[in-house]
């Protein structure tokens, strides 16, 4: 039995809820919850963070972390950073849950990765590598970015988020009915869910630093 099985367990003791209950929030089969609880395979990154939603944890904390708090990192959307102030970071180690869109939005890399930092003075859960040019000049292709999990953003913050089962990284607004995502490189067109759409759309995280491999 793995310790992220072990870890589901509990929120869902803590939680309350049952593994019907869990696949009716996540919207995950009831055979692959099964697999996940009997420690046969771990969710993989798109599901992994649906099971923390449901269960309100710390996403870290579910995959096993022992250095972060079981529900640190949630309902904490008074944080302000704005776009431009996004820090370069000190040393501590943050997991590297694996790629997110500066783009269209994907989910290129599933894999669960260490990645160590230094200890700053805003939190972060954990980290996601970009992909593509659409936040340039800002964040580049290959620049790791850190994640504080909270389910929403102000307007002009940079937020990490899932648009129906795939990631992307933008500075997020919220407009009428709905959410305008808009690219730093004026190349890519702003993209709009409002109405109906607007409810395949939801905040994983507000992006707090970021570094940078030079060669």
Not at 36 to 46: D, F
Not at 123 to 140: N, R
Not at 166 to 192: C, D, F, R, W
């Amino acid at each position: 039995m793995s310790k992220m099985s072990d870890r589901m367990k509990k929120a869902m003791d803590i939680r309350g809820m049952k593994q019907v209950d869990l696949c009716e929030h996540t919207g995950i089969g009831k055979s692959s919850i099964s697999t996940y609880l009997s420690g046969e395979y771990e969710p993989k990154q798109r599901n992994l963070f649906k099971i923390a939603e449901a269960l309100q944890v710390n996403v870290a904390w579910l995959m096993g972390k022992d250095d972060v708090p079981m529900e640190g990192g949630l309902n904490e959307g008074n944080s302000f950073v704005g776009v431009e102030n996004l820090l370069p970071i000190k040393r501590r180690k943050i997991p590297l849950l694996g790629n997110v869109a500066a783009g269209q939005p994907i989910w290129a890399d599933e894999s669960h990765e260490e990645y160590v930092l230094d200890n700053g003075d805003v939190p972060c859960d954990y980290a996601l590598k970009v992909i593509g040019d659409s936040m340039e000049p800002l964040l580049y292709d290959g620049d790791i970015v850190f994640v504080k999990q909270q389910p929403d953003v102000q307007d002009g913050q940079i937020a990490v988020v899932l648009v129906e089962d795939s990631a992307t990284l933008k500075v997020l607004y919220h407009i009428p009915e709905g959410i305008q995502l808009v690219s730093k490189n004026s190349a890519y067109a702003p993209m709009i869910y409002a109405g109906l759409r607007a409810s395949a759309v939801r905040v994983l995280g507000l992006a707090v630093q970021y570094t940078r491999i030079l060669i």
